[in-house]
C-alpha cells in the first residue's frame, strides 16, 4: 500500500495504492516513488501492478540513531489496524530520545493515531 501525505489545505483522501508485482525488499516506511503498467484500477485504494520503485532519500536526522523511515516502519508494524494510515508528522525529540509518529487513518472524521518510537536499533 502506497499512501500520499495528507494535504493539509484540503479535505479530501490522499491517494492510496496498493501496488502489486514488487519483489524482495520491505518498503514500510519508505518513502517511494512508483511507476505503474497495464494501467490503475480506480477505486479506492487505487490498484496496478508496478514497473518500477525508486526509495527517495531522506535527510539525515542530527542526533538521531534511527533513520526516519525505520522509525515510521517501527510505528507502523507495532499498530494492528487494517486502516488505511497516511503520515501527518514525523519528529525526532533529541532531549527524550523518541521519535513522534502523528498517523491519520484516511476516511474517517477522528481518525488520528500518535505513536512515540525510542531512537534505538
Given at each position: 500500500?502506497v499512501v500520499?501525505?495528507?494535504?493539509p489545505?484540503?479535505?479530501g ?7 502489486s ?29 508496478a ?14 540513531d534511527?533513520?526516519a ?16 494510515l497516511?503520515?501527518?508528522m ?20 477522528s ?11
Amino acid at each position: 500500500m502506497v499512501v500520499d501525505t495528507i494535504d493539509p489545505d484540503t479535505k479530501g483522501k490522499p491517494r492510496a495504492m496498493w501496488v502489486s508485482g514488487i519483489s524482495g525488499n520491505s518498503w514500510v516506511g519508505k518513502q517511494v516513488e512508483v511507476w505503474t503498467q497495464d494501467g490503475v484500477q480506480e477505486s479506492y485504494p487505487e490498484q496496478a501492478d508496478a514497473d518500477k520503485v525508486v526509495v527517495l532519500e531522506m535527510s539525515e536526522v542530527e542526533g538521531a540513531d534511527l533513520e526516519a523511515d525505520e522509525a515510521l516502519s517501527n510505528a507502523l508494524t507495532d499498530l494492528s489496524t487494517q486502516d488505511i494510515l497516511s503520515v501527518k508528522m514525523l519528529s525526532f525529540d533529541i532531549d527524550s530520545d523518541e521519535w513522534l509518529v502523528q498517523l491519520s487513518k484516511v476516511g474517517t472524521e477522528s481518525g488520528e493515531v500518535e505513536k512515540f518510537v525510542p531512537d534505538s536499533k
